[in-house]
């Protein structure tokens, strides 16, 4: 599971990220935990925080005019 959180600050916004794994045994298990690690690694967390900012720049807030 992955979680965003874009929260709006003073100076700007704030965006977290979060990635959970359910544990699981086996050769499957091992080889799920390995490929995540290796997207995230290879900068699949940072593309698609990328493209939250920019959505997230592009559409002003709702309720901060």
């Known amino acids: 599971d992955v979680r965003y959180d874009l929260v709006h600050g003073d100076a700007g916004s704030e965006l977290s990220a979060s990635v959970a794994m359910r544990g ?3 050769l499957t298990g091992r080889l799920v ?3 995540t690690a290796a997207l995230l690694s290879a900068g699949a967390l940072d593309g698609a925080t990328g493209r939250i900012a920019r959505a997230a720049e592009a559409q002003p807030c709702a309720g901060l005019a």
């Open 24 to 26: 699981s045994r086996g």
């Open 33 to 35: 935990a390995k490929a």
